[in-house]
Every structure is written in structure tokens, then in C-alpha cells.
């Protein structure tokens, strides 16, 4: 009974070719989120939708793009790669309350 | 500038005894503080939280105190145990309908058996 599911948990790619990471929710969560979290460093938010509200974080590259297509799904686009995006992205939902829900992230191997 | 700080990068301790892990915040519009632990190779899992009204929570072994006045927060595990061993993360928000939360460098505690 997964609750925040992100695909796929390692993601290689070469260096300037586009790659989408995906995530999907069971909670039914209004909010949904996207971290970024590079070797012994905090998670760093990206962006995050309320509902179909995206909010881009002031220092995420324009790089960095997301998608909510509906309730349970979001997506991370990483348009043009380079060897510095490679990190472990997290994908996160939260309903009502504050705590956020972690999904087991997606490690991402740039070439 | 960091918001949240976790001074103790790494934490030692013997099965059966306390771990006390620490965090300090500087900004006073935090209202809601996280702690979350994390093995290697998955997502963080929350652990137990506070708000900013309370100074003490407990939860089976685990217990977050919150200093206000020094913007200081603590988790307790008593007793440790091997499976505790892992990276814990302090988060803070400032609350508001999206929840945004700040995180901390993380502490890696080792349980020792």
C-alpha cells in the first residue's frame, strides 16, 4: 500500500538530453512537491503545486520544469541535464496538515 | 544562509542508551518543526513533529522538545536501537496552506550493538 510512488528509482541519462521523472500519490493530496537532494545536503525544494497552482522556487533553474496533469500525478522535467543535476530528486505530497510524505526518490545518473 | 542547522553531522551511540539529536533555526516564523528519518536509498519518512505551541511531544520512544526563546529543538530516542540507525533530518515551516518546509543538513546516527 504505497502511498507517494516515484518512477523510476534510477534514471540515467546523458549529459543535455532530456529526462521526465515521475511521481504519483494515493492519498488524494492537494499539495505536491519536488526536492532536490545532492550528497550530504539538506533536500532543497524545486517547486510545488497547490492543486493546479505552480510555485517555482526563486532559485530553480529555468531548467526545471514541472507538471500536474491531475490530483495523483506530478512530473519533473529536466530539459537539458548537466553533470551538476545529478542528486537524488524527492517527490512529496501533504494534505491539510504539515507533515509532507516522502516518496522513495529517484536517483539520477547524468553521463 | 541557512535556516535550519544540524551542527553534529554524525552521532554514536550504544544500543540501549539515549540519542539526543540537535537543531537550531534562526528564523522566529517557524511554527512547526518535523524531525524525519532516512535510510540510504529511500525518501525521508516522518518521525514525529511539533508545534510551536507545545514545548514537549512524545511518541513511544521518541520526544522532540522545542526551546522558543532559544530556537533550539531536540529529538530523544530512548532506548536506541540498531534499526534506529540513519540519517535523521530536521525540518521547519512557517506554515500557511502549502506547507513549505526547510530542512536541515541532517544527522547520520549509529546505533552500535
Known amino acids: 500500500d504505497a502511498m507517494v510512488i516515484q518512477n523510476p528509482r534510477y534514471q540515467v541519462t546523458q549529459f543535455g538530453k532530456p529526462v521526465t521523472l515521475s511521481c504519483s500519490q494515493t492519498l488524494n493530496h492537494n499539495v505536491m512537491y519536488w526536492y532536490q537532494q545532492k550528497s550530504s545536503q539538506a533536500p532543497k525544494l524545486l517547486f510545488h503545486y497547490y492543486d493546479k497552482d505552480f510555485n517555482n522556487e526563486a532559485d530553480t533553474p529555468d531548467n526545471f520544469q514541472s507538471r500536474r496533469p491531475n490530483t495523483s500525478f506530478c512530473f519533473l522535467d529536466i530539459r537539458s541535464p548537466g553533470l551538476g543535476d545529478a542528486a537524488m530528486y524527492l517527490c512529496?505530497?501533504?494534505?491539510?496538515?504539515?507533515?509532507?510524505?516522502f516518496g522513495p526518490g529517484t536517483r539520477l545518473t547524468v553521463l | 544562509d541557512q535556516q535550519v542547522k544540524q551542527n553534529s553531522p554524525s552521532l554514536s551511540v550504544q544500543e540501549g542508551r539515549i540519542s539526543i539529536l540537535n537543531c537550531d533555526y534562526t528564523n522566529s516564523m517557524f511554527d512547526y518543526f518535523l524531525w524525519y528519518k532516512k535510510y540510504p536509498a529511500e525518501g525521508p519518512t516522518f518521525l514525529i513533529s511539533?508545534?510551536?505551541?507545545?514545548d514537549k511531544n512524545e511518541d513511544g520512544r521518541f520526544t522532540v522538545f522545542l526551546n522558543k526563546s532559544a530556537k533550539h529543538l531536540s529529538l530523544h530516542i530512548v532506548p536506541s536501537q540498531p534499526g534506529d540507525s540513519a540519517v535523521y533530518f530536521c525540518?521547519?515551516?512557517?506554515?500557511?496552506?502549502?506547507?513549505?518546509?526547510?530542512f536541515g543538513t541532517g544527522t547520520l546516527l549509529a546505533v552500535q550493538p
Open positions: 525540518a521547519a515551516s512557517p506554515g500557511g496552506a502549502t506547507n513549505k518546509l526547510i
Open positions: 512529496a505530497t501533504s494534505g491539510s496538515m504539515d507533515t509532507q510524505y
Open positions: 511539533i508545534s510551536s505551541i507545545k
